[in-house]
């Protein structure tokens, strides 16, 4: 069974300080994928990155980069310099196994960033 | 462009209605599906469809009804027998069936029973 744990339900910053949203999942498969989805006040859901199993590089994109760490089952997401358009609900989303038509995604955590 | 679009944006259902939520997807994608929003429960499956005519059920499928005649459309219909109906409904769709392919997802419609 896959299953994605976002421990932290809301997180509170003040503008320009740096933020990491935690994501921790658990899998039997080798391969699989994981991803960070941003829900905006709006309601979409809007892509922010993907990352495979076999891939273990961390991605810088701007503000935002991704630290993957095989050992402790983990795709952390840091937010640097945070401003108040960064406010919004996170989730994290796990896809592994071949026969899989679902993703699986973690309850999400909501960051509000203060001006 | 190319997206999903769900209507109406808002909906108000009134008590033993049934209610049908539209969604549609101009991407050409084989899979799609629908996820309910309840404030800190995340997003849970209701239906997901992988080819025309052909739709499985999700973890609360219970209420809920769909159909998937067209590749494009895949509508939600929010019976009378579902009792807590008020919540955000996002559908979404995939690029294909395999390993790595993310979601794309609607707008939403914010259901609300009066």
């Known amino acids: 069974a896959q299953k994605v744990t976002q421990a932290q339900t809301e997180i509170s910053v003040v503008e320009k300080e740096d933020v990491t949203l935690d994501c921790v999942y658990e899998t039997r498969d080798t391969t699989y994928y994981l991803f960070w989805y941003k829900q905006p006040p709006s309601g979409e859901l809007v892509f922010l990155i993907r990352r495979n199993s076999f891939d273990e590089q961390n991605e810088i994109s701007g503000r935002y980069s991704w630290n993957f760490q095989k050992s402790t089952s983990s795709f952390n997401f840091t937010i640097t310099a945070s401003q108040v358009v960064d406010s919004a609900v996170y989730f994290c989303?796990?896809?592994?196994?071949?026969?899989?038509?679902?993703?699986?995604f973690g309850k999400g955590t909501k960051l509000s960033v203060i001006p | 462009d190319g997206g999903i679009t769900q209507s109406p944006k808002y909906l108000f259902r009134k008590e033993g209605q049934n209610v049908t939520l539209s969604c549609e997807q101009n991407?050409?994608?084989?899979?799609m599906y629908w996820y309910r929003q309840d404030p800190g429960q995340g997003l849970r499956l209701i239906y997901y469809?992988?080819?025309?005519?052909?739709?499985q059920k999700g973890d609360i499928a219970e209420g809920y009804s769909v159909s998937r005649e067209k590749k494009e459309s895949f509508p939600l219909t929010v019976t009378s027998a579902q009792k807590n109906p008020t919540a955000f409904y996002l559908c979404?769709?995939?690029?294909?069936?395999?390993?790595?392919?993310?979601?794309?997802f609607g707008s939403g419609t914010r259901l609300t029973v009066v």
């Open positions: 991407l050409n994608h084989d899979a």
């Open positions: 979404a769709s995939r690029e294909g069936a395999g390993e790595g392919y993310g979601y794309t």
């Open positions: 469809s992988q080819i025309v005519n052909d739709f």
């Open positions: 989303a796990l896809h592994s196994g071949a026969g899989s038509y679902q993703l699986t």
